[in-house]
T-cell receptor, first 115, second 112 residues
Framework: EADIYQTPRYLVIGTGKKITLECSQTMGHDKMYWYQQDPGMELHLIHYSYGVNSTEKGDLSSESTVSRIRTEHFPLTLESARPSHTSQYLC??????????????FGPGTRLTVL | GNSVTQMEGPVTLSEEAFLTINCTYTATGYPSLFWYVQYPGEGLQLLLKATKADDKGSNKGFEATYRKETTSFHLEKGSVQVSDSAVYFCALSEAGGFKTIFGAGTRLFVKA
């Protein structure tokens, strides 16, 4: 079944730890995205990718980094987590089309708490 | 630049009440318009979409019509259920663009 997966679903860690949030999709989509969702629900785009070896920063500045070595995999890394990084992180993907703009498919999210 | 504005919540309704969540947008060209729903503890999922003016998107009893003259895409449902309690996001996908622009979200509570 085509889907988009995120692990872990919940993560509680101490300040200064390095973490990687995993995102994988089985739909063969070229476009992938990372959003940060604050408690007020608003979504902020922090990274996106057009395809393999392509990554771009989003609208909200973030200390995280991403990589795209394989089409299906788009991990997000924080080298040194801080309490200000506590948030919900959502991964999404969509098709590349030249005509109609397609919807995005979202993973279930990772809720990160940094103590 | 392009933007989406949706009504602030929370919206609290009794079961079987009529729902309207207002959404207006600013965009150049002809964007596609979407409503997404986020249930507690989950990611967003597409509820309905419309790709051109006067299109009506519908799903699970929800409807929204792409109104170019009023730059609106209001979400409606004739009779809400407790299971409709969620956060609803209006969004647009720019013509020729890459990103989707989301509204701030409207939380809906439906009481039995």
């Amino acid at each position: 079944e085509a889907d988009i997966y995120q692990t872990p679903r919940y993560l509680v860690i101490g300040t200064g730890k390095k973490i990687t949030l995993e995102c994988s999709q089985t739909m063969g989509h070229d476009k992938m995205y990372w959003y940060q969702q604050d408690p007020g629900m608003e979504l902020h785009l922090i990274h996106y990718s057009y395809g393999v070896n392509s990554t771009e920063k989003g609208d909200l500045s973030s200390e995280s980094t991403v990589s795209r070595i394989r089409t299906e995999h788009f991990p997000l890394t924080l080298e040194s987590a801080r309490p200000s990084h506590t948030s919900q992180y959502l991964c999404a993907s969509s098709e590349v089309t030249s005509g109609v703009r397609r919807e995005q498919f979202f993973g279930p999210g990772t809720r990160l708490t940094v103590l | 630049g392009n933007s989406v504005t949706q009504m602030e919540g929370p919206v609290t309704l009794s079961e079987e009440a009529f729902l309207t969540i207002n959404c207006t947008y600013t965009a150049t060209g002809y964007p596609s318009l979407f409503w997404y729903v986020q249930y507690p503890g989950e990611g967003l999922q597409l509820l309905l979409k419309a790709t051109k003016a006067d299109d009506k998107g519908s799903n699970k009893g929800f409807e929204a019509t792409y109104r170019k003259e009023t730059t609106s895409f209001h979400l409606e449902k004739g009779s809400v259920q407790v299971s409709d309690s969620a956060v609803y996001f209006c969004a647009l996908s720019e013509a020729g663009g890459f990103k989707t622009i989301f509204g701030a979200g409207t939380r809906l509570f439906v009481k039995a």
